[in-house]
C-alpha cells in the first residue's frame, strides 16, 4: 500500500542494501507520452528482426531480477534487493506492476518493468543483453500504453538513452499537475 500512495504522487524508492528505504522526488521530471516516442532507423530495423519475440507480463520476475543484475555506468550496486523483488511481484500479481520481455533464439535478452497507475506508467528499470533489446520493449511498452488510453511514461530518471526514445524534463509544477489529473484515474484504490 505504500508503494502505491507513493507511486500516486511521484514518489519511488531507491536505495542499497546498507541503507534504509529511501524515497525520491525529482523534478523537473523527465516524461514521455507513449504517442511521441521516438523509433530510430536501427530500432526499426531490430523490431522487424527475424526471430525477435515480444511479450508482456510473462516473465516478470525474472525481468526484474535482470535488472538487478546489469551492470550500470556510475552505479556499483542495485536497488532491486529481494525485497523489492517480492515487494513489486505481489504488486505484478495485483495488476499494478508490469513488465515487457524481449526474446531471441537465446532467450530473454531484453526488457523492462514499472508500475501502471491510473492513466500513468512509472518506469522501474529496463536491461539488454543485446542491441536495442531494451528500445525494443519501451516500443512495444508505449504501443500498447497508446491503445491502452495511457497518457504519460514517467521515466524518473534523466538519461541519454530515454531523451533519444523522445522523453523530456516537464517542471515541477506542470508535473504536479499531470499527477492530480491522473487522481481521477486511479478508481477503487484510496490508499
Not at 26 to 38: E, F
Not at 85 to 91: F, M, N, Q, R, V
Not at 105 to 130: N, R
Amino acid at each position: 500500500e505504500r508503494i502505491l500512495l507513493a507511486y500516486r504522487w511521484g514518489i519511488f524508492p531507491w536505495y542499497s542494501e546498507d541503507q534504509p528505504i529511501l524515497w525520491w522526488w525529482i523534478a523537473p521530471r523527465l516524461m514521455l507520452k507513449p504517442s511521441d516516442v521516438k523509433i530510430s532507423h536501427s530500432s526499426k530495423s531490430a523490431l522487424k528482426k527475424p526471430g525477435i519475440r515480444v511479450t508482456m507480463n510473462q516473465d516478470f520476475k525474472n525481468v526484474m531480477m535482470m535488472c538487478g543484475k546489469i551492470l550500470r555506468k556510475g552505479q556499483d550496486g542495485t536497488w532491486i534487493m529481494p525485497e523489492m523483488i517480492e515487494a513489486y511481484d505481489t504488486l505484478h500479481q495485483q495488476g499494478y506492476a508490469h513488465s515487457v520481455e524481449v526474446y531471441d533464439d537465446s532467450g530473454l535478452i531484453g526488457g523492462l518493468y514499472g508500475i501502471g497507475l491510473g492513466k500513468i506508467f512509472s518506469g522501474e528499470s529496463m536491461f539488454a543483453l543485446k542491441p536495442n533489446a531494451s528500445k525494443i520493449a519501451f516500443i512495444h511498452l508505449c504501443r500498447f500504453l497508446k491503445k491502452e488510453g495511457y497518457l504519460h511514461i514517467d521515466c524518473q530518471q534523466d538519461t541519454p538513452h530515454l531523451r533519444s526514445l523522445g522523453a523530456t524534463l516537464i517542471e515541477e509544477d506542470d508535473y504536479l499537475d499531470i499527477l492530480r489529473r491522473n487522481q481521477r484515474f486511479i478508481g477503487n484504490y484510496e490508499g
